[in-house]
Each structure stands twice: as C-alpha cells, then as structure tokens.
C-alpha cells in the first residue's frame, strides 16, 4: 500500500481545531465561521476520510467499554462487572455524533462550498461525491444509535448558509435522501470528466472512480438491509437494483477502507484495546473449533507453549496449566465468575518475567499500527467486499433475483474476509504476523459449519458477518438487533447468557438521551426531534439505552 502524499497542512490545521473534546459542540459546528478556510477543496477529502476512522475517544468509550463486550467479542482482563451491559454513561455514542459525525459533515460541506465558488466548480464533482459518499457511510451508522440527524440543514455556516438552528430529519426520511444522494453520486463518477485529481488524498481508493460507484452501490444494498425490518418490499427493491448492477463489489480491492500510513496512525485511546479487552469464548471457541485463520489476526497467542507449560507445572503441580492452549478465551457472564474454572482463568502468573496468564490479548496493531514499537499501518474498514457478500447472500434468500446464488455470495463473502483480514495483519506489522496460505484457507472453508449448509446457510451467513465485523462493531452490533445472532442457540457461533445477580442482561439498543434545556440553541428543534421519535412506541422513554430506533421495529 502506498503511502498517501499528505500535502494538507492548512486542512490539516482545521482537523485540529475541530477534534477532540467531549462536550456538545453541536452549536459550535453550525456557527462558528473560524473554519471557513480557502483551501484547494480536494484536499478536504482526506480530513473527511480520516475523521470517520481517528477518533479514540470514541473508539475507548463506543467500542472497547461497551459494544465489544455486550457483543461478546471480549471481556476484561479480570472478567466483566455488574455493570458492563448497563453501562450508558454520557459518553456511550457521544463521540460518534460530536466528533466523528459533526466533523465528517463540516469538511465534507465545506469542502462543497469551495468548490461550488470556483468558476471550475464542475471539476470537483469526482472529489465532492466522494466525500459524500463518506458522510452517508458515516451519517448511517450514527443515526443506528441516535434516530433522527440536522443532515440537509447542518452545518450551514460551513457552506455558505444562515442557518444556526438547525431541523432534525427522520430516519425514514434520512433513508430516502441518502439513498437518492447516492444515486446521484453514481451518475457524476460515471459522467463527469475533466476532473480534479484525488488519488493523492483518497485514502480508500486512490481516486479509481469504478470502486467509489461500487462503493456507492453497496452503502445502498446497506440501507436496504436496515430496513428489512420496517419496510421488507422496498428494501427488496432497493436490493433488486443493485444486485443487477454491473457495478457491485466483486473482490477484496472494491472494499471501502480507510488505509492510515504508520505516521498518520492516531495512537490514543486505540491503544486502550490492550488493556480493556480479552477474547471472550463466545468468539474463541469458535475459532479454536474451526482453526479459523484470522485467530491469528484478531489475538496474539499466549505464552503457553508445550515447553513452558511443562516448566510451569514441574514448579507448581497444584496449578497445571496443561488443560489450556496458545489461544484461550474469557467469560462474559458475571454470575459464572466465581466458578473454579473462572478463578483458575483469570489468576495471575508469571514465570522469569513471562506472563503465564492463558487468556490472550489483543493484536493491538491492527487497531494502531504504530503501537508497542510497531512501524506497520492502520486500516479502518468501513463496508468490505465480504460485508456486501453476505448482504446480497441474505437479500437472496429473501428471494431477490441475483446471477448469483446465495451460496456463491457466502462463499465469495467468506473468502474475501480471509484475504483481507490477511492483507490487514501484514499491513499493519502486527506481532508474529504469519500469513495465511492457501491451503488453510481451503482447510477451513471445506469444514461442516463452514462449508456451505442450505439447511443453516442463513445462521452461516450471520455467523460469518459477526466475524467478519472485529473492526466494524457498529455493522455487528446492527446485526444483533436486525436478527438477534449470535444467540446461546446458533449452531455456528453461540453466545453465553450472561446474568447479573440471576438476572439475564440484554444488549442495550440505541443512545441514551435527555431533554433539552429551555432556552439553549436550537431547543425547539431539539424538543421536536425527541416528540418525532417518541411517537413511535418501540422508542420508550428517551433515558432507555434499550428502547429502539425507527428501523429497529420489534417484529416478536
């Protein structure tokens, strides 16, 4: 992967100015005009990409603390607590809508609004749908957890508007106007010509506009999915067209990531995976059962090998550690913590300075690439090739018409996966990395559960998806409530049940809200959003972190 020319230094400049933080500056996006910078608009185009991916505040608090353990991808180092699925505090999601949202929408506008000032302005329409293409990616996936979003009138200061109060749009109606947005965007990256170059500030694709429209065509097939549960006929629809498209992701290099050089690596609270997650069994059992080869990409192996093993219980024959293997995994059920098992698990060991500890920790590499002396990259994979393979393979069992059957989408999904989660590790210089062969792909993909199964292929398709999502935790958590997978009974990946007390805990669904204060900026607004979405009885009070937003609609 080559390295990005970086030739921002004044955009660069406003990506200080706006990251970071953790209080609501939604005022501060929509008013202050210190960010009306004259920049070639081009150059925008990175800030827009990299703000979607280089947010560790969000990253600590979104992903290590909550969505990774409810989700049973992890769980701390000690176990997890009493209040690890009720843990809603302010900034569970706060960072995705503040930073990550907020600031992809102020570049990628302003970046619009240069452009539409210059007497060239057509010449930008390639750099300007690109960027667009990224505020939907990211405007999708934080509205899955806060509904309604100011998306046609935000950030309006920042394109040459007057408005600083903003209206909310519904997620009924943000899913119309984006899906139309990205048919537009289709039509000016096959049209346009004589354009400004970009490829030396695309970060995903180097400016090939034939993987932006496939791009574009996927985030459709994604919105599509969402609304399987509210609408089934239009997001048949939807799906219907793109699939019978020539122009659909159809290999690892059509996958929709952001590839951060090791000195654009943002270290932070990336970092903090180290010290937050283990592999739950949830997730490793599976991986021991199968052999799957992106154990390897997803966890460094612990230090029990045969000969330190037998060291170990030479010296300490009341605590033998030869019932454990090179990759162990942790429980996500607090009641179970005081169980022998657990105890013996979660002891501390050390041997001549080696820790002896069966639970493995993270490849925190492949989250920043540049940690624990590392000089390797980071990727931020936003919608994969193997994620739209499993998409149309769902679509097609719903009887969507495809020149593919499902099987064919599931096992090209699942190929994918493997070869890109391969691509990841050397590409981010992770511990030990050892490439995956041929052979071992092929091994694992010829195993029953694996293998293509008509009979389980829908339960394949969400079990893959869930493995498949390790670095896109928002996708797996929309899984979960689209389809409630991984659950104690799926005959690929099974979950725990986890209980507090005796009492079983559930996923929380979506962000925790408050009323508006009378009198702050933009209240009515504000009030009105929440009176929208209340209107809808799955919503529940608004401070309940499990009520649902509109295309999370309980269909039991």
Known sequence: MNTIKKQILTAA??????????????????????????????????????????????????????????????????????????????????????????????????????????????????????????????????????GSLAYTQGWSLRSGGSITEPEFETQETLFGIWDGELKTAIDKFRTATGQVSIANYDMAFRGDMTKWIKTANALRLRLALRLMKRDMNRAKAIAAEVLASADIPSSTDDSFVIWLSGKETNHGDFEAINDLIRPSITLMDYMKKYNDPRKRMFFRANSLTAENVARWDAANPGDRLDEYGRYEGGTSDYDALTAAKWVKMYRTRSMDGTNMSPLNYPQTRIFSGMYDGGSGGTWWPKLTCADFCFMAAEFVLEGVASARTAEQWYTDGVRSSLELWNRAGDFCKIHDYEAMTPGEINTFMSQDSIRWDASIGRAQIYAQSYIEHFKNINESHALYRRTGYPNPSSPVVANEVCKVDGVTQSVPRRFVFANPIKGTTNYENQLKRLEEMRKDPDFGDIANAFGRVWWDRKTD
């Open 13 to 146: 400049a406003v990506l200080a100015l706006l990251s970071g933080g953790c209080t609501d500056r939604f005022t501060e996006y929509n008013t202050d005009i210190r960010t009306i910078y004259e920049v070639e608009p081009e150059r925008f185009l990175y800030n827009v990409q990299a703000s979607t991916s280089a947010n560790g505040w969000e990253w600590y608090y979104d992903c290590y603390l909550a969505q990774m353990r409810w989700l049973q991808y992890g769980c701390r180092s000690v176990g997890n607590t009493l209040t690890t699925f009720t843990y809603s505090n302010s900034n569970i999601w706060r960072q995705r809508y503040e930073n990550s949202f907020m600031t992809t929408g102020s570049y990628m506008r302003h970046m619009e609004y240069l452009a539409a000032r210059r007497p060239d302005s057509a010449r930008y329409a390639h750099a300007v749908e690109a960027a667009r293409v990224t505020l939907i990616c990211q405007s999708i996936c934080t509205s899955d957890v806060h």
